[in-house]
């Protein structure tokens, strides 16, 4: 609990000294999460709506989903393939989606 | 222009002479106005590249040409053949992509100059272009299967291009008689969908155990190994035993040739007569990628892994199931997550830029069963010149998993259609 509440705290830090990411080119991967992850106004099925969410908040479902203390079925095979940086980056730039 | 209305007289004098430079050279000033995007193909690819450009930098011109006015799409058109869904629940326009600024041409495009830098379409008229994207999906190779032909087609159907043919297979599972058996005939890679023929083989199970439960469904496989392998495996047996036999390459399962009078399938160790028939042929990217010279020897589409622009042919970008995307497979959703990248390349090309390294990811799932989900996933990153796989990550779902997991599979695969066909054409 320790690591992720301290996983959150960096990654909130990183996500609110980065606002100009929004209008900025998608850090490498981020465009491709549209394809299950709706842009629209609501998700249109089970699987959640990211753009706007708190950028800590997606850093540390996926730091949980590649280190395998949160369940995931797709998550934890997508997530192990970001290294932390690139991770906080796509999680602010989704963060600062509207 | 709106930033001030004092101008001191060295701006003046400044804005004087671009203003009879402009004059002298009015031509260059014309053609640099706004950059035209000409996009081949309006499936999952190329609708998503088209839209995608135009919502990086909306003052590109961006034409996408497409022949048919409605795309019929071929993931959960498994679904449509086991009677789970309607066709109309695969299909959909082009009225949105329009309404979002895309210029759509009711064409087929039938000619590409690259040296020109245009595009020749069916009516005789030419577009120019500054670059091009190629996404026209693959073409059935009808001279790779002795007997297969497009007349072959409409007694054996391959149901690999959704639509008529889907419904035509449908049709023909519903008017067998119980006993019958089902030959699904299995190509080499690379193909569309890779998971595709075992789903297929899977939902006409799940049809025939409930309605036909004495037939027998045969797949003919020219490979030994194939995707979601060991999953799919698993669901036949638990699923519908006794039911599906797969013969691999090494135990003759190889079609080498088709008789659509007898509705045989000729293998080098013997002959299988069918009632139902699903003969998949080998495929080749569209006709239109061969004809822009951006083919090699393969009959697919080499690319440089960041931009999606083809080796052979400068200028002209190639994504989807007709390009050689490395460890990328052949599905909806790669063709979707190439689009953006190979938009957000061509809008910083187009601006002078340096197009950044990329970062794909593919998942896909397939149906064992409709409350049966299982999937693969991959993350690839440009190496060596290709995509290849981010090691460490991807893979397919656990082998052990309860069905709880499988069910929510499922409810995630249809999730992901409904999510990614309102992206692309809502």
New interface residues.
């Given amino acids: 609990m320790k690591a992720l509440r301290v996983a959150v705290a960096i990654a909130t830090v990183v996500a609110s000294s980065l606002p100009a990411l929004a209008a900025s080119e998608p850090p490498p991967g981020a465009t491709s999460c549209s394809g299950c992850h709706t842009t629209g106004a609501a998700a249109a099925g089970s699987v959640s709506r990211l753009y706007g969410r708190d950028a800590g908040e997606i850093m540390t479902a996926m730091a949980g989903f590649r280190d395998g203390s949160l369940p995931a079925t797709v998550m934890n095979r997508i997530a192990k393939g970001f290294s932390d940086d690139e991770l906080r980056a796509i999680a602010a730039w989704l963060a600062a989606q509207k | 222009m709106g930033t001030s209305l004092r101008i001191s007289r060295r701006e003046f004098v400044g804005a004087s002479a671009a203003t009879i430079t402009a004059l002298a050279f009015p031509l260059p000033a014309f053609a640099q106005a706004a950059p035209r995007v000409v996009v081949i193909g309006g499936g999952f690819g190329g609708a998503s590249c088209a839209r995608?450009l135009k919502a990086i930098d909306p003052k590109l011109q961006v034409t996408l040409v497409e022949p048919n006015k409605t795309f019929t799409a071929c993931p959960f058109s498994n679904n449509v053949i086991a009677g789970l869904r309607s066709i109309e629940a695969q299909q959909f326009g082009y009225d949105k992509i329009a309404a979002s600024g895309v210029t759509v041409v009711e064409q087929a495009a039938t000619a590409v100059d690259a040296a020109a830098r245009t595009v020749g379409l069916a009516d005789g008229t030419t577009l120019s272009y500054d670059r091009l994207v190629l996404s026209p999906g693959v073409d059935l190779r009808f001279d790779a299967l002795q007997g297969y032909d497009e007349a072959a087609a409409t007694k054996m159907p391959h149901a690999w291009k959704a639509g008529e043919q889907t419904l035509l297979l449908r049709k023909q599972i519903e008017a067998m008689d119980d006993g019958g058996l089902v030959v699904i005939a299995v190509p080499a890679n690379p193909f569309r969908c890779p998971p595709g023929p075992y789903e297929r083989a899977c939902l006409i199970a799940h049809y025939l155990k409930g309605k036909k439960p004495r037939s027998k469904l045969l797949i003919l496989d020219a490979k030994d190994t194939f995707s979601k392998q060991r999953l799919f495996q698993n669901a036949w047996k638990e699923l519908y035993p006794g039911m599906i036999e797969w013969v691999s390459l090494s135990q003759g399962g190889k079609v080498n040739a088709v008789d659509p009078a007898t509705n045989t399938l000729i293998t080098d160790f013997g002959n299988h007569t069918a009632q139902v028939a699903n003969v998949i042929p080998p495929q080749r990217a569209g006709r239109i990628a061969t004809i822009a010279g951006a083919t090699d020897n393969t009959g697919w589409c080499a690319i440089d892994p960041v931009t999606f622009e083809s080796k052979s042919a400068p200028n002209i970008h190639v994504i989807g199931d007709a390009c050689l995307a490395g460890a990328m497979p052949k599905s909806a959703?790669s063709a979707?997550?190439q689009a953006?990248?190979c938009a957000?390349a061509i809008a910083t090309l187009l601006s002078g830029g340096s197009p950044?390294?990329?970062?794909?990811?593919n998942?896909c799932y397939s149906l064992a069963a409709p409350d049966y989900g299982i999937?693969v996933?991959?993350?690839y990153?440009p190496k060596n010149g290709v995509l290849a796989d981010?090691e460490?990550?991807?893979?397919v779902?656990p082998a052990d998993a309860p069905r709880e997991?499988r069910a929510?599979?499922a409810?995630?695969a249809?999730?992901?259609f409904?999510?990614?066909t309102?992206?692309v054409f809502?």
């Fill in positions: 995608a959703f979707n997550a953006k990248t957000r950044a390294t990329p970062k794909l990811i998942t999937s996933a991959g993350v990153q981010v460490g990550a991807g893979g779902s997991f929510r599979e409810d995630y249809q999730s992901w409904t999510t990614i309102a992206e809502g």
